[in-house]
């Protein structure tokens, strides 16, 4: 399975939105079908096969809207 080292690795190589597709491709390549990014700290769930999933830290405290 895809761990976070993995997926933030691919994701370093991101510096505009012309990098975006590239880095979708090689995130399913790892195992990545969806992910969720929440707005209110930025927190992202990665889901994979087989009910597999990953949890990344949240990045800010809670953003209230």
Partial sequence: MFTLE???????????????????????????NSFETFVKDSKTIYYGPENYTITSESQYQDLTI
């Fill in 6 to 32: 993995q997926i933030e690795k691919a994701h370093a190589a991101v510096k505009s939105g012309a990098d975006f597709p590239q880095y979708i491709k090689e995130i399913k390549l790892l195992g990545v």
